[in-house]
């Protein structure tokens, strides 16, 4: 189990997929809004001139020394809608993320947002 308390030491970290192939530095954890449980990272991915942020699922992943090693290959997080470096997920691009994994998209009871940055 990832300890929320734990994810402020992992910013910067390498993010490598299953196979151990490097996808990025780690740039930010959000938790689910409903458990405040880690639920995905945004990992920082392209060339030096042109970076962005994609989102990856922390189910499954593990944590080393200097990396987070996701449950999901390379190929995959690279495909996932992304954002730029300095923007915000908007509320209503959340579930093209979740759905890109194959997640389920359950916002609040309300409209809430799903998932919250810290």
Request: glycine share 10%; net charge negative; charged share 25%.
């Amino acid at each position: 189990m990832i300890h929320v308390g734990d994810i402020r030491e992992w910013r910067g970290y390498d993010v490598i997929d299953r196979d151990g192939h490097k996808i990025g530095m780690l740039e930010a954890i959000y938790v689910d809004t409903s458990t405040d449980a880690p639920a995905m990272a945004t990992v920082q991915t392209g060339l030096p001139t042109r970076h962005r942020l994609v989102f990856v699922p922390l189910d499954g992943a593990t944590v080393g020394p200097g990396y987070v090693k996701v449950a999901h290959d390379k190929a995959l997080v690279k495909a996932c809608p992304s954002i730029g470096t300095d923007d915000e997920l908007p509320a209503e691009e959340e579930e093209a993320i979740f759905t890109h994994y194959g997640l389920t998209y359950q916002p609040g009871t309300s409209g809430e947002r799903q998932l919250a940055r810290r």
